[in-house]
């Protein structure tokens, strides 16, 4: 139910129709719709496959600048071509067209973390930046996350942090039409309680409900999870990775942690 990348069918909104891959599904369960420009970072990345023309890959992402988004490095394992693929930003409901979306294509390759081993997004570093073509003009539906920051926002039990996106809303159950963008609250646990479900990283960051109904990686594959920090700013604690399947179906869900890579952010995108 809850692997990694959600791949599904969806109208674009500019009415074209793109296949997706049966690969894997990331989801949103016991979630709820957002409010329509509440998450104003949330991007859309629809990333075409090389080998399968009009096949994609979807995962979710958060813009970070007036240039750049934040996404997940296994949203590129599968060949793709980036001069085909795009970001949407501003959007709510994927079925339905407003005019304050914007598509952006790449501008070049994603820059992906060095250290990254394809298809291992187990092993860590699952972090990747994606330069748009164009600059975005910001406005109440479409404005960038603030980043957690290295030794000062240490998210640990019980912080309660948010994850957002269009996956499944339960095993093989698509998110009905009009698509709407959902959220879900998730609390923070410990890498120690991770550790009893997978081999977890210091620059990982776990979330799980404790009723086990809703989990971490419930958004889309690179989507953000943010939580409000001390000064009850929204800052993006993590970036959606993997989380529970079927051999651990009740296992949190785990993200990569944001500020392990600040420096890492800051050197590729100058964010």
């Known amino acids: 139910m809850l692997l990694l990348q959600l791949l599904f069918s969806v ?3 500019n009415t074209y129709e793109v296949s997706s891959s049966p690969l894997s599904k990331s989801s949103i369960v016991g979630g709820q719709d957002a409010k329509e420009g509440q998450w104003p970072w949330q991007a859309y990345l629809q990333i075409m496959w090389k080998d399968n023309p009009g096949y994609a890959t979807i995962c979710g992402g958060s813009l970070i600048s007036q240039h750049w988004v934040l996404t997940a490095a296994h949203c590129f394992d599968i060949p793709y071509v980036f001069e085909k693929s795009h970001v949407l930003l501003g959007v709510y409901r994927l079925t339905q067209h407003n005019s304050h979306v914007k ?3 790449l501008k070049r390759e994603p820059i992906i973390h060095k250290s990254y081993m394809v298809n291992q997004y187990q092993e860590g570093r699952d972090i990747a930046l994606v330069e748009l073509s164009g600059s975005v003009s910001y406005s109440q539906y479409i404005s960038p996350v603030t ?3 290295a030794n000062a926002d240490d998210f640990t039990w019980g912080w309660e942090c948010w994850a957002t996106g269009w996956g499944t809303i339960g095993k093989d159950v698509p998110l009905p039409d009009p698509k709407t963008l959902q ?3 998730l609390p923070i646990v410990s890498n120690e309680l991770c550790k009893k479900y997978y081999n977890i990283k210091p620059e990982m960051l776990c979330a799980w409900d404790e009723h086990g109904i809703k989990s971490t990686c419930q ?3 690179g989507g953000p999870l943010v939580c ?6 929204w800052v993006q604690a993590g970036i959606t990775s993997f989380g529970k399947n079927s051999t651990s179906p009740n296992a949190p869900g785990v993200f990569t942690r944001v500020s392990s890579f600040r420096h890492w952010i800051k050197q590729h995108s100058g964010v």
């Open 11 to 13: 109208l674009l909104l």
């Open 103 to 105: 598509r952006l294509a």
């Open 147 to 149: 980043l957690a920051e």
């Open 183 to 185: 959220e879900v609250k």
């Open 219 to 221: 958004g889309d594959s």
């Open 228 to 233: 409000k920090n001390k000064k009850l700013s």
